[in-house]
Every structure is written in structure tokens, then in C-alpha cells.
């Protein structure tokens, strides 16, 4: 039991920290720790603007996507080399979130459906940051249940026609590209009737409307189709097997092993150790210090369970479903330890913003929790996937499992 | 980076299991829990020609000198088969103070017997109410002669020897407590049964009357001593817990696939999926931080102290979590004496007290926190 780095890893690592300390965009790094927390903001610049410029900047020297092929952007790593990257890039890592989409989930998908000219023009540009992709799949009608998706796709002539409405949707205000799923045969059971597409967001007939969220940001849109046309050679897959691509795409979604998990706990102990209460420092109080102490051990559990992960990766075994709980825990836990901060903080911690306590980090810290217990799978779908994959137990029964999607009653959001 | 055990140690962790599988069923756990004997000699003696009892102490004092590690490994299984023997108390509280402090004399007259089976050994450090702490201790030793009570102290009815934390001075400071050794069968001590939670493991007082006993370790490193006995039990504690929890939460999910209710798998209702899955989050995370622990202790890191602690708490929680809601899934059958979630609910629970509570360990965790990031 070690955690030392095998030789070729030490060389490895060494190679990307020197390159990284001497390209980084450094003015930014300060900044960059301090909004680990779901709410990456600069001062004075533009994100997405040095969000591309370093992803350029990597790509050029060959550190864009390291787990691509060469081919396609990027470098060919083994996945422990990626995980090397991630700790080695640490706070900068913060500015790829802006394509954690496009390379996370579109390019694998790309890679495993498109056409081979295709993936050759349109994965570089998505590599290097210079086209921004987006994943069109939740609707208001199917967020946990993706397949009950009801945007519409009928062929005419070598196009698609579509028309529809995604939800949900991350960074559609900015992306060039997107994967799109959707319904071309309603009248078999729901997973049988879907098609998978990417089209160019620039497309007539497509409209993104940014969603003003419970914080006061604009992370996702609505994107609205109104007779927008596909050629046929953008399809993924077959029609009818979108079910099956999406899952590809889905599989994506936990590639995040090694990427630290935020969970509130080292801003709220570090809070502590400074902060006077009615009688006395916080941290010599003895409740605080139970609640501090429990919090503790879960931050201090998810790291090792990453660590663990990360180890398997490392002798070229595959990390299993059982690190979903990385999301699980840290996502309530964020909002725990937001709302314990604020508790501590007294009658002013209802105060926001600038003129909050800490500049306000623990309440944008509050109000951007929810989101994270939702996005890419709510606690109940994450509690599901731990019982189903891991532990074996039944599937949830599903009574619209053998019924045409078209006769399935539908209601609400 | 290898943060996981190696290929040899999980060779020797299958052989535990199976060999505890074998010897070391609920049935043959029960006769000690329904009071037909005060623990498993068997087992213990089989534990002994496993060369289990011996697998961190040194060749030159008759163990295998493996390392903490394996131990590490062995804790987990002796968890997971809710074993019925001195282990703990003798392995992890008794062997690691004699091997943080014992002179070569006394290495050399106890280790090997710990190592063969043929002596059970405790620590004598509760008196009553109350975790560890230096003022809890008043126990006093003047001229190598102890005075004063000590419960409970785990197995201490069936030990041979036990090492006591006794006060040697009044200056308010960890220097005030030493540590003794005490031969239990050489008179002068009176030792007497309690009942307890978890009878698979007992409890007993131990008066001392003037009684001889030899010091181990200097005079006024005792608190020291028991410091780092304390973290490295605490480690080798969490093994077995995280053994416990997966073993009760494996009971809880085969009992799901099992039942039927409602014309369904119980194992098929959200609220039964979701309760296991907590129970698997909660084990996962004490494994790890165990892990963490584990690490410490074989390379005596400066990380131990705070590692231990960590590791302690989320074990803890997890074998609690674990134990309660096993008993939970299997509704009514669960609370059953027939049934054995019971037994893993009890040693759960009592092994939540045995080094001292969670009040505690959540104490010592952020002190050394604070320390660390101080330095």
C-alpha cells in the first residue's frame, strides 16, 4: 500500500507540471481556487474567452482530451495519465468545465457512431476548445426518464425534420454543436422508438432560451425545434437504437474519477478555525466540532474512495458503478455544510453577496446546492444505480415498459 | 500508487475467511453468546496454529512478523464472523503496548505467548463513567503496588495479563499516568463478570488490592503510550467494523432478494433499494478511510493520529448503519434471538464504546486537525 507514482508515472507527471507551470494562465489561479463551489466566476474577464485560450493552448502542445485518440485531438493516455493531468492541472482544471459535455459525452459518442470523415472535422475543433458542444436529451416531459422524450424527428427526403422542445440544457448558449435524441416512432414501446442526431446549433429553426436558475445564474437553456432540418449522415447509430447510443453517452457521464469532488468541507473548517461565536471560537465549541467531525470523515472517505479508484486505473483495471456515490454524498453534503455555515453566521447570514460574510461563498454555495443533487442524475436515480448495479437488487417496476409510447398517459413536468 | 492491498495479502485474507467460514459459523458463535462458554477456545487455539494471533509481532518474539497490514486484513474477517475470542484486547490493546513500550524481558515472556494462544491479554484503562482522559485515572501505583477499580475492561475475566493505566503523580500533566504490567493470575487482583451488550466479547471490573505489578514503559510516559495503543487500535478496530458492516449489509440484501412481500421482492420497493444503498455509501466510505489508516499504521506516518481518528468515527457510523438497518430489512424476523442480525447489532454497538465514544474520537479528530494545520 503506497501512493507512490510507478516510474513512467513520475516521469509523466513530471513533464506535465512543468509544462503546466509554464503556460498556465496564472493571473487566474487564485480566483479559480476560491469558486470551486459550482460558480466559477472571473472579475475582469470573460470565462469562456480563457476557458478557450488555455484549451487552445493544450491542444496545440498536445495535452487537449489525453485519453482521445491522436487522430482526433487528442494524445492517446492511459486513463491514469488523465487522472496524473487532472491533479496536476488542479485549479486551472476548473476553466474545462466549460466542455465537460463536448468531451465528457459528445466526442465518446461521436467517436463510437459517427461517420469516420465526420469524427476527423468535427472532433479536433471540439478537443481544442474552439467549437463548444451541447447534450440535447431532457425534455419537460423526461428528466430521470429520458426515454420519455417526446421531440420529434420525421424523415423527408435525406432530412430529418424535427420539432420539439429540450430542457435543461448546459452551456446551449455557447455551443456550436450538439448531440440531439428524439422520438421517430411513437407507436412502439418507448426505449424502441428514438434516434440520435448531432446537428449545428446555428441551424434555422433552433432557439435557446437561457433559464434563470433558483441562484440567480444562467447555466441552462431551453432550446425550442421548430421545423429544423438534419441531414440524414448526421445520425448516430441506426434509427430506432437511439436508446442504446444515449446509453454510450450516458456511461460517459461518470468518467469524472480522480476530478476532485467538491463538498463545502475544507471552506467550512477553515471557516471554523477562525470564527467567534457568542461564547467563544467556534472550533472549541462542542457541537461545532461533532458537526465538523462528521463532515470530516465523508470528505476524507470520498477522497480515498477516489483514491482507491484511481489505483485500479493505475494496474489497468476498470473502475466500477460503486463510485457514483461520489456525487451522492458531496451533493448533500454541499448543501448541508452551506446552510450549517449560514446557521453560524446568525441573523446576518441571510445577508448575500458582497456584502456577506466571506464575500458571500457559502450562500451562492446554498443556492447553487440543489442543482447539483439533480444534474446527472438525481440522489433517488444514484441510490437506484448503487442497488441495481452494485448490489444486485431488482430494476423498479415499469408499467409503460411494453406499452406504445403513444398511449402512455403523460402529465407535468 | 497501489492504494489497496497487495496480491499476497489478499491471498491471506481469503484464507481467513475460509478459515473462519469454517470454524467460525453463527452456530459456533452462539454458544458463546447464549453464555455455554466464556469465548471460542477452539477457535482461538486454531486462530493460534493459523498464526493469525502472531501475524504483526516479530519472529524474534515468536510471531510471523508479517506486518500490520495483514493484520489489517485478519481484523476485517474476525469483523465479518463476529468472532467470539479475546482478538482485539489481546492482538491490538495488549501486543501493541508491549511492543511500543515493553522491555525485552517482557517481549520476550508475553508476545510469544500471545503469538501461541497461551496467553490472553487486556487493558485495564476505564474506571467507570466517562472516556479516556488523564483525570478518569485513579487508579494509583506507589512502589509498584496498585489500589483502586477498573471497568469495564474488555475480556477481562479470561485474561492472563493485563496492562494498567494507574496515576503516579498529581501535577495535572500526561506525566502523572504510568503504565503497569499485571499478572492476573499471580493474585491480588479480583476479578469479576459483568454482563454487557455484546456477551460474544466480555466485560469484567478488576479490583486491584495491593497488588504487584512492573512497570512497562518509563515512569510518566503512560498517557503517551496509551495515545498511540489508543490510535492503533482504533485502526485495527475499524477493520473489524468495516468487516461488520459488509457482512450486515450482505445479510440485508440477500434478505431482500429473498422476501417476498406485496406479491414482490422486498428488495424491489425504492424505500428497501435506497436504505441498502445508504448502507453500502456509508461502508464504502469507512472502508476507505480505513484504508487511509491502514497505510498510516504500517509506515508509522505522521498522518496516524489524525488517520486513526477518521478512521475510527467513519467505521463506527458505518458498522452502526449497517447493523440497525440489517435488523430494519428484515422487519419483525430481524428482532428475533433466531436470527442473527442481532448479534452484529450488539458487537456493533459495543464496539462503539470500547475505545472510548464517538464524543471522543470527534474531539481528538479536530484537535488533530487544528494541529496539522497549525504546522
Not at chain 1, 389 to 411: A, E, H, Q, S, Y
Not at chain 2, 291 to 297: E, N
Amino acid at each position: 500500500m503506497n501512493f507512490d507514482d510507478t516510474p513512467q508515472e513520475a516521469e509523466f507527471r513530471a513533464t506535465a507540471r512543468a509544462w503546466i507551470s509554464a503556460n498556465a494562465p496564472k493571473q487566474y489561479e487564485d480566483e479559480l481556487r476560491k469558486s470551486s463551489l459550482g460558480r466559477t466566476v472571473l472579475k475582469n474577464a470573460n470565462i469562456l474567452e480563457v476557458a478557450k485560450a488555455w484549451q487552445k493552448k493544450k491542444a496545440d502542445a498536445g495535452w487537449a482530451c489525453l485519453h482521445w485518440p491522436k487522430e482526433y485531438g487528442g494524445r492517446g493516455s492511459s486513463p491514469i495519465e488523465r487522472v496524473i493531468w487532472q491533479q496536476e492541472e488542479g485549479p486551472f482544471g476548473q476553466l474545462s468545465r466549460m466542455f465537460i459535455i463536448g468531451h465528457g459525452m459528445c466526442g465518446p459518442t461521436m467517436m463510437a457512431f459517427a461517420r469516420e470523415e465526420h469524427k476527423r472535422t468535427y472532433l479536433p475543433p471540439l478537443a481544442s476548445g474552439e467549437k463548444v458542444w451541447c447534450q440535447l436529451f431532457s425534455e419537460p416531459a423526461g428528466g430521470s426518464d429520458v426515454a420519455g422524450l417526446r421531440t420529434r424527428a420525421e424523415k423527408d427526403g435525406d432530412d430529418w425534420v424535427i420539432n420539439g422542445q429540450k430542457i435543461w440544457t448546459s452551456g446551449a448558449h455557447y455551443s456550436d454543436y450538439g448531440i440531439l435524441l428524439t422520438r421517430t416512432d411513437p407507436t412502439v414501446p418507448k426505449h424502441k422508438g428514438l434516434t440520435m442526431f448531432f446537428l449545428d446549433m446555428k441551424s434555422p429553426g433552433v432557439e435557446v432560451r437561457p433559464i434563470k436558475q433558483a441562484s440567480g445564474a444562467s447555466d441552462f437553456n431551453e432550446v425550442y425545434f421548430t421545423n429544423v432540418r438534419i441531414p440524414d449522415h448526421q445520425r448516430l447509430g441506426e434509427v430506432g437504437d437511439g436508446w442504446n447510443v444515449s446509453l454510450t453517452t450516458l456511461m460517459n457521464e461518470r468518467s469524472a474519477i480522480g476530478a476532485a469532488v467538491s463538498t463545502g468541507f475544507p471552506e467550512l473548517f477553515e471557516y471554523c478555525s477562525s470564527l467567534m461565536l457568542d461564547d467563544g471560537p467556534a472550533i472549541e465549541d462542542r457541537a461545532v466540532r461533532s458537526k465538523l467531525a462528521n463532515w470530516a470523515v465523508k470528505a476524507s472517505g470520498l477522497k480515498y474512495t477516489s483514491m482507491r479508484a484511481i489505483s485500479a486505473l493505475s494496474k489497468g483495471e476498470r473502475p466500477g458503478p460503486e463510485n457514483s456515490i461520489g456525487k451522492l454524498v458531496a451533493g448533500s453534503m454541499i448543501q448541508d455544510v452551506a446552510t450549517y455555515a449560514l446557521d453560524l453566521q446568525g441573523a446576518s447570514g441571510v445577508i448575500s453577496g458582497e456584502d456577506a460574510e466571506l464575500a458571500g461563498r457559502f450562500q451562492a454555495m446554498l443556492l447553487r446546492a440543489p442543482g447539483t443533487r439533480v444534474e446527472g442524475g438525481t440522489d433517488e436515480i444514484m441510490r437506484n444505480i448503487i442497488a441495481e448495479r452494485v448490489l444486485g437488487l431488482p430494476g423498479d417496476i415499469r408499467v409503460d415498459k411494453d406499452v406504445p409510447f403513444n398511449k402512455i398517459p403523460t402529465k407535468g413536468r | 500508487m497501489n492504494f489497496d492491498f497487495s496480491d499476497d495479502q489478499k491471498q491471506l485474507r481469503d484464507q481467513a475467511r475460509k478459515f473462519l467460514a469454517e470454524k467460525c459459523s453463527p452456530k459456533a458463535v452462539r454458544v458463546v453468546l447464549d453464555g455455554k462458554a466464556p469465548y471460542d477456545k477452539e477457535l482461538w487455539k486454531g486462530l493460534a496454529e493459523m498464526g493469525f494471533l502472531g501475524v504483526a509481532i516479530p519472529e524474534e518474539f515468536g510471531g510471523a512478523g508479517a506486518g500490520h497490514l495483514e493484520l489489517c486484513v485478519i481484523a476485517e474477517e474476525m469483523g465479518r464472523a463476529n468472532a467470539p475470542v479475546p482478538f482485539s484486547s489481546t492482538v491490538y490493546l495488549a501486543a501493541e503496548a508491549l511492543l511500543i513500550a515493553g522491555s525485552d524481558t517482557q517481549k520476550k515472556k508475553w508476545l510469544p505467548a500471545i503469538a501461541s494462544g497461551e496467553a490472553i491479554g487486556t487493558l485495564a484503562l476505564f474506571e467507570g463513567k466517562g472516556n479516556p482522559s488523564r483525570k478518569n485515572i485513579k487508579l494509583t501505583a506507589a512502589n509498584g503496588v496498585l489500589n483502586g477499580v477498573k471497568k469495564p475492561v474488555a475480556d477481562g475475566a479470561i485474561a492472563d495479563f493485563a496492562v494498567v493505566a494507574a496515576r503516579t503523580g498529581s501535577s495535572g500533566r500526561d506525566s502523572d499516568i504510568s503504565l503497569f504490567l499485571v499478572d492476573l493470575k499471580a493474585g491480588g487482583a479480583e476479578v469479576k463478570s459483568l454482563t454487557n451488550l455484546d456477551p460474544t466479547r466480555g466485560q469484567a471490573e478488576i479490583s486491584f488490592k495491593d497488588c504487584r505489578a512492573e512497570p512497562l514503559g518509563a515512569a510518566g510516559d503512560g498517557w503517551s503510550i496509551l495515545t498511540q495503543v489508543l490510535d492503533r487500535a482504533a485502526v485495527l478496530c475499524a477493520f473489524e467494523q468495516v468487516g461488520g458492516s459488509d457482512r450486515a449489509l450482505e445479510m440485508g440484501r440477500d434478505y431482500a432478494l429473498d422476501r417476498i412481500a406485496f406479491g414482490r421482492q422486498i428488495g424491489s420497493f425504492q424505500a428497501v433499494k435506497h436504505m441498502l444503498a445508504d448502507m453500502y455509501v456509508s461502508a464504502t466510505l469507512a472502508r476507505s478511510n480505513s484504508y487511509y489508516g491502514a497505510w498510516a499504521l504500517s509506515t508509522n506516518a505522521a498522518e496516524l493520529p489524525e488517520a486513526a481518528a477518521a478512521a475510527r468515527i467513519s467505521a463506527t457510523q458505518a458498522f452502526q448503519h449497517c447493523a440497525k438497518n440489517n435488523i430494519q430489512v428484515h422487519g419483525g424476523m430481524g428482532f428475533t434471538w433466531e436470527f442473527d442480525c442481532h448479534m452484529y447489532y450488539r458487537r456493533a454497538n459495543a464496539m462503539a464504546l470500547g475505545l472510548g465514544s464517538l464524543t471522543y474520537w470527534e474531539d481528538q479528530l479536530i484537535d488533530r486537525m487544528r494541529k496539522k494545520n497549525a504546522a
